[in-house]
Nanobody, 114 residues
Framework: QVQLVESGGGLVQAGGSLRLSCVGS????????MRWYRQAPGKEREWVAH????????NYRASVKGRFTATRDDAKNTAYLQMNDLKVEDTAVYYC???????WGQGTQVTVVS
């Protein structure tokens, strides 16, 4: 079955950086675009970033553009989200998803403090 495992979250000061990882299994990772989402307490889950198959194109929500970078390593079945210049409002549980598949991982908590 499809499994997604996110990791790399943590507690960081505003302005700091984190790199999230998402390891996929149970599907042909290289055939799927990969998306990142986040959910802050009391808010709906929102889309953050997308990296296409082959990593050729990326898209970002406006509030993270220029600060976050989505990449992938198909040899490792892993997607990454490099997050720089983190802001308090980036605090959330971050999830990855294979575009077109319904499975979610457990998420990884990112907490940014001022």
């Amino acid at each position: 079955q499809v499994q997604l495992v996110e990791s790399g979250g943590g507690l960081v000061q505003a302005g700091g950086s984190l790199r999230l990882s998402c390891v996929g299994s149970g599907f042909d990772f290289s055939e799927y675009g990969m998306r990142w989402y986040r959910q802050a307490p009391g808010k709906e889950r929102e889309w953050v970033a997308h990296v296409t198959t082959g990593g050729t194109h990326t898209n970002y929500r406006a509030s993270v553009k220029g600060r976050f970078t989505a990449t992938r390593d198909d040899a490792k079945n892993t997607a990454y989200l490099q997050m720089n210049d983190l802001k308090v409002e980036d605090t959330a549980v971050y999830y990855c998803q294979a575009f077109g598949l319904s499975s979610w991982g457990q998420g990884t908590q990112v907490t940014v403090v001022s």
